[in-house]
Nanobody, 126 residues
Framework: QVQLVESGGGLVQTGGSLRLSCAAS????????VAWFRQTPGKEREFVAA????????YYADSVKGRFTVSRDNAKNTLSLQMAGLNADDTGVYYC???????????????????WGQGTQVAVSS
């Protein structure tokens, strides 16, 4: 069982940047595929970005590609999400999640993830 704790959320203006961090309680490299999802009221959790368990390959939702960068620090067992060019559609609660799978078709599916953090709020104001 891995525990995940997110930090770094807050209020930012449109066009601004924000960096989220997720601290894992154990080693994640080669053990867990870790991802960021986000959710707004009344909607399902939406895939944002992920780092694959083996190889550290990165995957992004089309809506954030080119604006967000996901990275994994193997020494610190952390997952980060650098967000730039933020807009109102990026508002939501951002969750860090972990799964043992590295099947490409499953990485973007929230149902594949077993462990979740408590979430951190990101609000983008115009």
């Amino acid at each position: 069982q891995v525990q995940l704790v997110e930090s770094g959320g807050g209020l930012v203006q449109t066009g601004g940047s924000l960096r989220l961090s997720c601290a894992a309680s154990e080693r994640i490299a080669n053990r867990w595929t870790v991802a960021w999802f986000r959710q707004t009221p009344g909607k399902e959790r939406e895939f944002v970005a992920a780092v694959r368990r083996i190889g550290g390959y990165q995957y992004y939702a089309d809506s954030v590609k080119g604006r967000f960068t996901v990275s994994r620090d193997n020494a610190k067992n952390t997952l980060s999400l650098q967000m730039a060019g933020l807009n109102a559609d990026d508002t939501g609660v951002y969750y860090c999640a972990a799964t043992g799978t590295e099947i490409l078709s499953s990485i973007r599916d929230a149902r594949s993830y077993t462990y979740w953090g408590q979430g951190t709020q990101v609000a983008v104001s115009s």
